[in-house]
Each structure stands twice: as structure tokens, then as C-alpha cells.
């Protein structure tokens, strides 16, 4: 088959007039920083997940961060999660001090598997944190159900979860803590930039406080017109706020969430109609409960060849790809602070040497995609 000449990259946002026409006007407005558009973004978000409150962040990272502080999980605590997921998650619960506890995922859909849950809780046990994993819900009824029954928090990191619903349900439904992240690759962007959804209305509080430096009133409102300028801070808090700048970017990307997650589904269909059957490859598993994928990444697993090579082939092909994700519980910290260790997680290991993402934006044109089948092919025909 023909080379093509230009790069197809793993991701690249959706940028059109609307993101420019929005983050122009905020620009001339006279406020870029956090301000209406941050609140209209919140309010947003609140009607697409139905959750009672959403908190706009510069990151998910720092949703998760200032959540588990909130949350007053610890030194001393557990906290349940899957090691296929972003250093992020981890990297939160280390901080803290708290000890993440690895649960095994499905091989198929790379989710959390929540058959397994239940025996890795003890005394200690504090939180579950599933992973939406890329676009697919985890089985909320089940971890709903397994956190009733012991008392436990859930955190869901719903990441790669903007346009995922499980039954019906928006991820960030459930009542819960949920956190989102709008980095350039996923299925929203606000160049960066993240959101809490919850229905707690003291954690909102408490939330919006460990924000913003502790101070209880937004600085648009001090500085309005007859807005009164003092201010108290009866805790410390952090810099974790978004831009208007950033929001208004965020609030043109989900204003076009159908018609972007839309064009994501039709990649996603022509790569397993294209895929199916290849002799080498194996597909993403398709959840057996009803849900929605928002399609965020489209990994598959190579079998018949050395995953290194297959992604310099890809590279001679001018075709991106991604890793998602190497197992956080053999990156090198983890294995010397918690003293986790190859063999504990068998499908997590399975998965985790052949993974790889193949291309998935938007603005991919569905020949792009045939592009890619007929490479992947041509690969594993030869090598
Ligand atoms: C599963 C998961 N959780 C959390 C994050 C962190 O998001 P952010 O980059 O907005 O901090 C990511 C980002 O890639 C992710 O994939």
C-alpha cells in the first residue's frame, strides 16, 4: 500500500470558530481570569451529569488532589483503584500519604474488574476509586453496592468520562464525587483544565475553599462594583481555579460534545468492522451492562508481534499511537513504596505488554481510518 506523507497523530483538538470566537470574547471582556464563563462552564456540567454542584480546576489532578484532602483520606488509609490507569490517580493517593491498594481489571475492556473488589478491603479501606477507563463506565452498581455495604467513599475518575453514561446515568451521577479532565487529548479540552461534579453541598464548600487559596468569595464578585474587597481565611488552600480564558474554550468543546463524541464513534465503529478477525490484533471487549462509551481512546492489544516494533512500523506508516497505560504498580516509586510487585495483578500485566492507542480524534477523516486498518494489516502480515 501507498505511505501517506503527513503524520496522523494519536489526538489533536477540535479547535474551530466557535473555541476562537469564545476565547477572543473573554479576552476583550475585560476578566480572563475564573469568572462567569468558570461559572456558566460549572453550571453546565451540572445539567450534563446531573449532578447538584461541579467545581472548575486547572487540572483533574488537582480534583483529585484537593478531593482526597477533603475527604480527609490519609496517612493510614487505603484506598482501592486499578493500576491500568493515569500516574495521576496514584500520584494523588502517595501524596496524601494514604496506601493505593491495586484491584485487577477485566482483560477485555481494561476496567476495573468489581468481582474483585470486595477481598481487598480492610479495616483501613477508605475509598474506591474507579477508573472510567477510556470512555467505558466501570460497573457502578456493583462498586455502589460493595461501598454501602463496608462504609466506603467513591472517587470516581471519570478522566476519559465526558459523554459516558452507565444505564442511563452520566458519569458523575451517582451521587458521588466525580472528576473530569479537559487535557488537549480528551473528548473535551479546555487547553488544560478539569471538574469535580458532587452533590454533597459542605464538601462543595469545603471544596471551593481548598481551590482558591481558602478564601470564601470569588475574586469577580470582590472586585465588581460595590463588591466589597476584605476577605478571611479560616484554612489554607491551594491555586487549583481555571481561567476564563480556558472556560470559555471548554464551554464552545461542550457545546459541540454530541457532534464530537459522534464523529468519535464513527472511527471507532470503522476500526472494529476493519479490525475484525485480524489474525494477531485484539479488539477492545465491549461491556456486558448497558452504557454509553464516549470512545476516548481505541486500544487495542498486539499478540502476534513485539509491541515495540509494531510502533516503529506504525511510525514508517506515519501513523501516532499512545501507550494507555503503562501499570502503575511496577513504576519504580510504587514498587519501593509499597512494595508491589510483578505477579500481583495477572490481567493488568497480560494487558499491559501489548497494549497500544491507535489514532482517535475528531477531526479524523473515516478514510484516515481505513488508512490505519489497512496498515495494521499490512504489519502484521509482514512481521
Ligand atoms: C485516568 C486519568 N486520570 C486522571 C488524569 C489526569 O488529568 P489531568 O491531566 O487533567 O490532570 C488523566 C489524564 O490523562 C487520566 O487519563
Redesign the pocket.
Known sequence: MKIREDFLPLSKPSVGEKEINNVLNCMKSGWITTGPSCKEFEDKFCELTGASHAIALS????G?HIALLALKIGQGDEVITPSM??A??VNMIAIRKAKPVFVDIDYDTLNIDADLIEEKITSNTKAIIP?HFAGVPADMDKIIKIAKKHNLLIIE?A??AVGTYYKGVHAGGFGHIAIF???P?KNITSG???MITLSDEKLQKDLSLLRFHGIERDAWKRYGKGGNPEYDICQPGFKYNLPDMLAALGLAQLSRLDEINRKRAEIAAIYMKGLKDVTGLELPGIAEYSHVNANHLFVVKVLSMDRGLFMEKLSEYNIGYGLHFPACHLLNYIKEEFGTEKGMLPETERAAKKIISLPLFPDMKNDDASYVCEAIKEILRKY
Not at 487540572?59 to 488537582?62: F, K, L
Request: glycine share 10%; proline share 0%; hydrophobic share 40%.
Open positions: 487540572s483533574a489532578t488537582a483529585m490507569t493515569f495521576s490517580t477508573v475518575d478522566a476519559h479532565s479537559f487535557h487529548i488544560e483544565g478539569g
